[in-house]
């Protein structure tokens, strides 16, 4: 069995060159580097807007799906769903961008269309309601258990 050492900064370093490339992985390697900036590991200066870019480049991309027959072209890719909830939550919380509690909303509600982020969109519309309406706060806890 061969072990490999962690090493935050090489990760970073070979995902910020793999999403400059022409590589089949572009993409996934995109999909990492916000989540270093977001949170400063891996020698990435600490860089919410920068986090909030890329996840807009992510969700503005074609999607990888659109090409292939089998799916249909409204389709997302995972990277836009992705992209699209990480978003909100920087609408949300004002991560890189000025706090719009709207465009958060919006998104969020688009993602409920999501199966994959059904659950995680719940949890998001419960708290961000929390404050301001116990009744919708109460019917995306509620709903958290339906799916």
């Known amino acids: 069995m061969h072990f490999v050492e962690k090493n935050g900064n090489k990760a970073f370093f070979l995902f910020n060159q793999a999403s400059q490339s022409d ?3 572009k ?3 995109k999909y990492m580097l916000p989540k270093f ?3 400063g590991w ?3 200066e600490k860089d919410c807007k920068k986090a909030y870019d890329i996840y807009l480049e992510l969700l503005k991309s074609k999607s990888d799906f659109q090409d292939d027959a089998k799916y249909c072209l409204a389709e ?3 990277y836009q769903n992705n992209a699209e909830f990480w978003l909100a939550h920087c609408y949300d919380n004002g ?4 706090k719009n509690k709207d465009k958060a909303l919006q998104l969020y509600l688009e993602l409920l269309k999501s199966k994959e982020y059904r659950l995680k969109v ?3 519309l419960a708290n961000y309601y929390k404050n301001e309406d116990d009744k919708k706060s109460y019917k995306y806890r ?3 258990f339906d799916i």
């Not at 991560?95 to 000025?98: L, Y």
Request: charged share 30%.
């Open 23 to 25: 590589s089949k992985y």
């Open 27 to 29: 993409d996934d390697a």
């Open 37 to 39: 900036y977001k949170s």
């Open 42 to 44: 891996g020698g990435a």
């Open 76 to 78: 997302k890719s995972r």
């Open 95 to 98: 991560n890189g961008v000025t």
């Open 122 to 124: 719940c949890e998001s």
């Open 142 to 144: 509620k709903m958290q």
